[in-house]
T-cell receptor, first 111, second 115 residues
Framework: LAKTTQPISMDSYEGQEVNITCSHNNIATNDYITWYQQFPSQGPRFIIQGYKTKVTNEVASLFIPADRKSSTLSLPRVSLSDTAVYYCLVGDGVGFQKLVFGTGTRLLVSP | GAVVSQHPSRVICKSGTSVKIECRSL??????MFWYRQFPKKSLMLMAT?????????EQGVEKDKFLINHASLTLSTLTVTSAHPEDSSFYIC???????????FGPGTRLTVT
């Protein structure tokens, strides 16, 4: 399984754009990159998924360079409610059978 | 999006007893369900993968006789913690995957406290 590396924590202020980068040097050809958000005492929530280039939805954007060895989750204009842990995961390449969570990035948004 | 529920949300049990946690996919059929455990301020740890109608596959280090998993239907999986001990106290989270979807949908979690 491809291992991921993320910053342990990040701080931001309301209204700023936050970019969280994840390294996955051993990503396999069939692997997808997925980001989840988790609030305390809740299950993770799917944010966005991509394979290459750029993906955007109503919540975030995901930037993936050509070599796919890293990815960046971009949260536009964060609010206090975006304070959470963000996990970057890479599929195991076989129908994305199981997700292995890394340490995640603890984002703290302040007023 | 798809909804996964867990019951109970919180449970307190005495040491030595067993407790069952249910995970249901409410609006889709889950061919595969996963069980995770999460300790405070730590990441989720995958415990096992279960496919409907077959035996669960446990991750290394997870005792299959202690954590019994049953995936009897396409909408229900259960995790039974047998002979629970205080060190089993944790946040247990299930997730469900439907068919060829790449997304997994997570339940809200169950807080288990063993006294």
């Amino acid at each position: 399984l491809a291992k991921t590396t993320q910053p342990i924590s990040m701080d931001s202020y309301e209204g700023q754009e936050v970019n969280i980068t994840c390294s996955h040097n051993n990503i396999a050809t069939n692997d997808y990159i997925t980001w989840y958000q988790q609030f305390p005492s809740q299950g993770p929530r799917f944010i966005i998924q991509g394979y290459k280039t750029k993906v955007t939805n109503e919540v975030a954007s995901l930037f993936i360079p050509a070599d796919r060895k890293s990815s960046t989750l971009s949260l536009p204009r964060v609010s206090l409610s975006d304070t959470a842990v963000y996990y970057c995961l890479v599929g195991d390449g076989v129908g994305f059978q199981k997700l292995v969570f890394g340490t995640g990035t603890r984002l703290l948004v302040s007023p | 999006g798809a909804v996964v529920s867990q019951h109970p949300s919180r449970v307190i049990c005495k040491s030595g007893t067993s407790v069952k946690i249910e995970c249901r996919s409410l609006d889709f059929q889950a061919t595969t369900m996963f069980w995770y455990r999460q300790f405070p301020k730590k990441s989720l740890m995958l415990m096992a993968t279960s496919n409907e109608g077959s035996k669960a596959t446990y991750e290394q280090g997870v005792e299959k006789d202690k954590f019994l998993i049953n995936h009897a239907s396409l909408t229900l999986s259960t995790l039974t913690v047998t002979s629970a001990h205080p060190e089993d106290s944790s946040f247990y989270i299930c997730s469900a995957r439907a068919g060829t979807f790449y997304e997994q949908y997570f339940g809200p979690g169950t807080r288990l406290t063993v006294t």
